[in-house]
C-alpha cells in the first residue's frame, strides 16, 4: 500500500511519521504538500503533528482549507485510512472528519512526557494488534489537547466505540471522559493526540506505537488489494 | 526630533553619548575614518556597529586567549556558527548567545526571539538545527515579580521551540539572588550537515545581488544591540521598544526555504547570514566585509510593515525571521520562486559593487557613503583598566568556610529542595524534546543525547555554567565551567569536541568586573587547551547590571561531544542490583561557592581551591575508554550538593537504592571538589575497571533492591528512603511557584 504524509506550513512531525512508517516499518510512503489538490494513487493518508499556519487562529482551523483537504476528504468518505496526531487530530475535527474539538489544556500550559494510555477499540484498522484494555504508553506535546464534545456527542461515541484511547492513570489536559483518541462511525478515521510515531524504536525509550502502524500497513494492504 | 539634525548639529550636541558610541570614537570616525563630519544615518549606523554587543571592542583582547582550532575544527568564530567534523562527511554546528536584556525587561518576547535568533545562526550555515539547550539564571523564587519572570522566559522558550519543532534536550536552570535585576537566558543551538552543504557570510562578485528574505522590517529592537550594551537601572526601566516580537510559524518557514535553497541550489548563492543583532546594517555590511566586496543597497526596496521610517530605522530595527543573502546575478527569479512557494518575501535590495564603499539610498537621496571597513574592521579596541577585587585578596588570607552538619539526611533532604538542585520538570515538560524523533536522552540528565540518523553515532550537549565559584575565584571558577561540561559530556560516553560560550558579566568599565573577565577566561582558556576543546562559537554579554549591582561573573559552557557508537551510551540510572559503586576523583573540604554554603549561610564566601587539570583529564579519558569497551553501567558526574545529591538524582526514577560505606564526614557529603564521578559497574568487570583506574577510583559500595540510600560515614551515617527523597525534590519547585508569598 502506497501511503501520503502531508506536509501543511508549519508541520513539523512530518519526518517522525514519515521515519516511523518508512525507516522502521519499510512502508512505501511519500511526503505530499499542502497545495496538491489530489491523493489519486494513495491508500492511506497521515496528517501529521505541528504547529499548522502557527496555530494561528486556533489549531488545525486554517489547515482545513488548504487546497488538500478536499482529497483527504474524500479519501475519508471512501473509507480508506485516514489518520492524524496531535496537530492531525485537531485539523480533521476542524475539518468536520471527526467529531469534538480540542481545547487548550486544563493547565493552560503546553506538556511534554510519556502518559499511560488505555486501547479502549482494538477493533479498528490501527488498533488490530492490540489487546483490548491493553495498557501502553505515548508521549504527548501538545497545548491544545483537552478533547471536548456535548453530552448527545459523548453518549455516542461510547455507544458506538468510538473512543479508541483514553488516558489511564492521569488525565494530561482535562479532556472529557479521558479521551486521548477516537474514530469516525466507520471507523476508518483515527485522531489522537498521543503520538505513536515517536514510540517505534527502543532506542528512544519505547515501541508502544509501533503497532498502530503495523495494524494499518496488515488492514490496509487487505483493503488496498480488497 | 533627532532626525532634523545636521552633522554639524550631531556635533555639537552629542545625541551619539545616548547610543552608547563615545566622543573619542565619534571624533576618530569623522577626523581619521571619514575626513568629514557623519550625517545623522552613518552616526547610527556607527553607534551600533560599534558596540560591544557588534564589535566586541572591549573584551577582544581578553577573546584571543581562547584556543579556536584543533583537526576536527571546520569553521571557528566569524560566522554565524562554529562547524565541527563529526566523520563520515558530517558536521555538527552549535553556537549559543545571550538575550539576558530582552529578556529582563520582556521574559516572554527576550526568551523567544533568543531562541529565534540562535535557530537562524544555525541554518544561516546551511545546516538543519536538530536540538537547543538553555542555560537560565534567575532571581530567587520568593519574589512574585520573579516567579511570572520565570514562567513568562520558559513559555518563551517553549513556544518558539515548540512551533519550529526542534526539540529542547538539555539546560541549566538556576536561582540566586545576584539575578534578580538581570536575568541572564542565554539560548544554544546545535544543528546536523553535510561538510559540503557549509555556507559562508560573505557577498562578493560585482553585479550580484544583496536579497532580503523573509519578515517585514518594522520598528522594534530598533538600537538592541547597543542597549545590550549598557546597564539597566529603575531610570530607564521601560525599555519595551528595544525588544523584539517573534514569530516561530514565520520562522519555520524561513528555515524550511533557505535550506532548500542551500541543498538544492548551491549555485545560485554566494553567501547567506542571518539578520540579528544591528539589523540590516551589521549582516550587510559584515557580508561586505567578509567578501572584501563594496555594496550599494535601496533601502526604499526594504520590505516594510509601518510608513514612514526613516533611513535609520530601517538599518538599525531588529525585527524578526529576515535573512540577507548574496545571489549569482542572474538566479534573483529562481530564487524568489522558493520563497513564494513558502509565502515570504524575497527583494532585491542592492548590488556589490567595485571598490569597498557602503553606500545607502533612501527617499532619492543618498544618506550613507562610508568605507565598508569603517562599520566592521576599524573599531577603536578599547583597552580596559583591571584591579583585583578586595574581597579576593581578603578571601585569600582568611580560613574558609566549614560546615557543622549533625544530621546528614536531613541536609541531604533540604539540600534537595533548594530551587537550583530540584526537579525542573514543571519547567522542562513544557519543552517538547521529542520532535524530530532523535532524542535518546531528554532533559533531566547530564547532557541530552541525540542519535545521528542512518549511522551508530551519537551527539551529547550540554549547558553549564556556575556564578559562585566564578565570583569567588574567576580563574579557577573558569576552569570549573568548563570542567563540568565535559564531565557531563563524559558520563553520557561521549568524547568532548570543543564548546560555544556566553560571556555574561556586568560593566567591563568597572576595573574589578573587568579583572573577572580576564582572569575567567583565562582559566577557560586553559581548560579548553587542556580538554582540547576549543571555543568555536559564542558571544560577550557585558553590562549586566542592575541600579549598579553586577550580577556574579557568570561565563556559560555549552559542550558537544560525540558517541562514536550508541550502543555504549551510558546513563545515570544505575542497571542492577548487586552492581558495585565507585566514586571517582578525590573529594577535599571544598564548600567555597557551594550549594551548601548558600544554603547554611545564605550567601556565599571563601577561596574555591585550585585543582589539578590534567590529571582530571586523564581520569575522564579513562573513563570514557571504558565505557567504550562496555565496562561501565551506569555514570553520574558531581556537580551542585555534591556526592549525596548526586546518589540520589541517580537512584531517582529506578527501584533500586544502594549500601555504601564512605571514608568521608558528613560535611564532605556535600562538597563540591571538581572533577568527580559516581560510577556503578557489572562485578564482572571490577577487575578491569579497578586497574585501569587505580587511585582514582575508590569502591564505595553496591546498588541494591531496597530503593534506600544507606550511607555509612566517619562520623555517623544515614539511611533514607530514596521514595521520599524523591518526593521532596519534585514537589519543591512547585511548591514554591504556588506559594502566595
Not at chain 2, 592 to 610: N, R, Y
Not at chain 2, 692 to 716: C, F, K, P, Y
Amino acid at each position: 500500500m502506497k501511503i501520503a504524509v502531508i506536509v501543511f506550513p508549519g508541520s513539523n512531525c512530518d519526518i517522525d511519521l514519515y521515519e516511523a512508517l518508512k525507516t522502521v516499518c519499510g512502508a512505501d510512503v511519500d511526503y505530499v504538500d499542502h497545495q496538491q489538490t489530489s491523493l489519486a494513487g494513495y491508500d492511506a493518508v497521515m496528517l501529521p503533528g505541528g504547529f499548522s499556519y502557527g496555530d494561528y487562529l486556533r489549531a488545525g482551523a486554517i489547515a482545513r482549507f488548504a487546497k488538500i483537504m478536499p482529497a483527504v476528504k474524500q479519501m475519508a468518505d471512501s473509507g480508506k485510512p485516514v489518520f492524524g496526531t496531535c496537530n492531525g487530530f485537531q485539523i480533521l475535527t476542524e475539518a468536520g472528519l471527526l467529531p469534538g474539538a480540542l481545547k487548550k489544556n486544563d493547565s493552560q500550559s503546553f506538556v511534554c512526557k510519556t502518559v499511560p494510555l488505555e486501547v479502549v477499540n482494538n477493533q479498528t484498522i490501527f488498533t488490530s494488534q492490540y489487546q483490548e484494555h491493553e495498557r501502553i504508553s505515548l508521549p504527548i506535546a501538545h497545548a491544545d489537547g483537552s478533547y471536548f464534545a456535548d453530552q448527545a456527542t459523548l453518549d455516542e461515541l461510547e455507544k458506538n466505540h468510538q473512543v479508541v484511547f483514553r488516558y489511564a492513570e492521569e488525565n494530561p489536559n482535562g479532556s472529557l471522559n479521558n479521551i486521548a483518541g477516537v474514530c469516525n462511525r466507520a471507523g476508518n478515521v483515527l485522531g489522537m493526540m498521543p503520538h505513536p510515531e515517536r514510540a517505534v524504536e527502543a532506542i528512544l525509550g519505547s515501541t508502544d506505537g509501533l503497532r498502530v502502524f503495523k495494524s494499518l500497513l496488515e488492514n490496509g494492504t487487505v483493503i488496498a488489494e480488497g | 526630533m533627532k532626525q532634523a539634525l545636521t552633522p554639524e548639529q550631531i556635533k555639537e550636541q552629542k545625541p551619539y553619548l545616548d547610543w552608547s558610541l563615545s566622543e573619542r570614537e565619534y571624533n576618530y570616525i569623522a577626523d581619521k575614518l571619514l575626513g568629514r563630519l557623519p550625517n545623522f544615518t552613518e552616526t547610527g549606523l556607527f553607534s551600533a556597529m560599534w558596540s560591544e554587543h557588534c564589535s566586541y571592542k572591549k573584551s577582544k583582547p581578553v577573546l584571543r586567549l581562547f584556543p579556536n582550532k584543533n583537526d576536527r575544527v571546520l569553521q571557528g568564530p566569524g560566522e554565524g556558527a562554529g562547524v565541527v567534523d563529526i566523520d563520515d562527511g558530517q558536521a555538527v554546528v552549535f553556537k549559543a548567545e545571550s538575550h539576558n536584556h530582552p529578556s529582563t525587561v520582556e521574559p516572554y518576547q527576550g526568551a523567544a526571539t533568543g531562541v529565534g535568533g540562535i535557530l537562524r545562526d544555525i541554518f544561516s550555515m546551511g545546516s538543519r538545527p536538530i536540538a537547543s539547550l538553555d542555560s537560565l539564571h534567575f532571581g530567587e523564587l520568593d519574589d512574585p515579580r520573579m516567579k511570572m519572570k520565570v514562567a513568562g522566559t520558559v513559555k518563551g522558550i517553549g513556544d518558539y521551540g515548540n512551533c519550529m519543532g526542534i526539540p529542547t534536550v538539555a539546560g541549566e536552570t538556576t536561582f540566586d539572588s545576584c539575578y534578580s535585576g538581570n536575568l541572564l537566558v542565554n539560548a544554544m543551538s546545535v544543528g546536523l550537515m553535510d561538510q559540503k552543504d557549509i555556507q559562508s557570510g560573505t557577498a562578493a562578485g560585482i553585479g550580484n545581488a544583496v536579497m532580503y528574505v523573509g519578515a517585514k522590517t518594522g520598528r522594534d529592537g530598533i538600537h538592541g544591540a547597543t542597549f545590550a550594551s549598557a546597564d539597566f537601572s529603575d531610570e530607564n526601566a521601560t525599555q519595551r521598544s528595544a525588544v523584539q516580537v517573534g514569530d516561530p510559524f514565520m520562522e519555520k518557514l524561513l528555515l524550511e526555504a533557505c535550506l532548500e535553497l542551500i541543498q538544492k541550489h548551491p549555485d545560485w548563492l554566494v553567501g547567506i547570514q542571518d539578520m540579528g543583532a544591528a539589523g540590516i546594517v551589521s549582516s550587510s555590511a559584515e557580508m561586505a566585509s567578509e567578501g572584501d566586496a563594496g555594496m550599494e543597497l535601496d533601502l526604499d526596496l526594504v520590505p516594510q510593515r509601518e510608513p514612514n521610517m526613516s533611513a535609520y530605522e530601517i538599518m538599525l530595527s531588529e525585527s524578526q525571521e529576515r535573512m540577507l543573502l548574496c545571489v549569482n546575478k542572474g538566479h534573483e527569479d529562481d530564487v524568489k520562486k522558493i520563497f513564494d512557494f513558502y509565502g515570504l518575501e524575497a527583494v532585491t535590495i542592492g548590488r556589490i559593487t567595485e571598490g569597498h564603499q557602503y553606500v545607502l539610498h533612501h527617499d532619492g537621496q543618498v544618506v550613507c557613503d562610508i568605507p565598508v571597513a569603517s562599520l566592521t574592521d576599524d573599531v577603536l579596541e578599547e583597552a580596559s583598566e583591571e584591579r583585583k577585587p578586595a574581597r579576593i585578596t581578603k578571601a585569600e588570607q582568611e580560613d574558609n568556610w566549614q560546615p557543622v552538619i549533625t544530621d546528614a539526611g536531613a541536609t541531604l533532604e533540604q539540600l534537595l529542595q533548594q530551587a537550583t538542585i530540584a526537579d525542573k520538570s514543571v519547567f522542562y515538560e513544557q519543552y517538547d524534546s521529542m520532535v524530530r524523533t532523535s532524542t535518546v536522552v531528554g532533559p533531566g540528565s547530564d547532557a541530552g543525547v541525540l542519535r545521528v540518523r542512518g549511522t551508530k553515532k551519537g551527539l551529547a550537549m550540554t549547558t553549564d555554567g556556575n556564578g559562585r565559584f566564578v565570583y569567588l575565584n574567576p580563574k579557577v571558577g573558569g576552569k570549573m565551567a568548563l570542567v563540568e561540561a565535559a564531565a557531563n559530556i563524559v558520563a553520557s560516553g561521549a568524547l568532548p569536541l570543543a564548546i560555544t560560550d556566553c560571556l555574561n558579566y556586568g560593566d567591563p568599565n568597572d576595573p574589578e568586573i573587568f579583572w573577572e573577565l580576564h582572569q575567567s577566561v583565562a582559566g577557560m582558556a586553559e581548560a579548553c587547551r587542556v580538554f582540547d576543546t576549543p571555543v568555536i562559537s559564542g558571544n560577550v554579554s557585558l553590562y549586566n547590571e542592575n541600579n549598579g549591582q553586577a550580577i556574579h561573573p557568570t561565563p556559560m559552557v555549552g559542550m558537544v561531544g560525540l558517541i562514536k557508537d550508541l550502543k555504549h551510551l551510558v546513563q545515570m540510572a544505575p542497571q542492577e542490583a548487586g552492581d558495585l559503586v565507585y566514586l571517582l576523583g578525590q573529594t577535599g573540604d571544598d564548600y567555597a561557592g557551594s550549594e551548601l554554603q548558600k544554603m547554611l549561610t545564605g550567601d556565599i564566601a571563601g577561596m574555591v581551591a585550585d585543582f589539578d587539570l590534567a590529571h582530571v583529564r586523564a581520569m575522564m579519558q579513562t573513563l570514557l575508554s571504558l565505557m567504550e569497551a562496555g565496562r561501565v553501567a551506569s555514570a553520574h558526574d558531581l556537580a551542585e550538593g555534591g556526592l549525596g545529591v548526586a546518589l540520589a538524582e541517580m537512584l531517582f526514577k529506578t527501584d533500586l537504592g544502594m549500601n555504601l560505606s564512605l571514608d568521608l564526614t558528613r560535611s564532605q557529603l556535600f562538597s563540591e571538589t571538581a572533577g568527580r564521578f559516581v560510577v556503578t559497574v557489572k562485578k564482572e568487570d571490577a577487575a578491569a575497571f579497578e586497574a585501569a583506574l587505580g587511585q582514582d577510583a575508590a569502591l564505595i559500595g553496591e546498588v541494591t533492591n531496597s530503593h534506600w540510600l544507606q550511607v555509612r560515614l566517619t562520623d555517623g551515617a544515614m539511611n533514607k528512603s530514596v521514595a521520599e527523597l524523591e518526593r521532596v525534590w519534585k514537589e519543591a519547585i512547585p511548591c514554591q511557584l504556588k506559594s502566595k508569598e
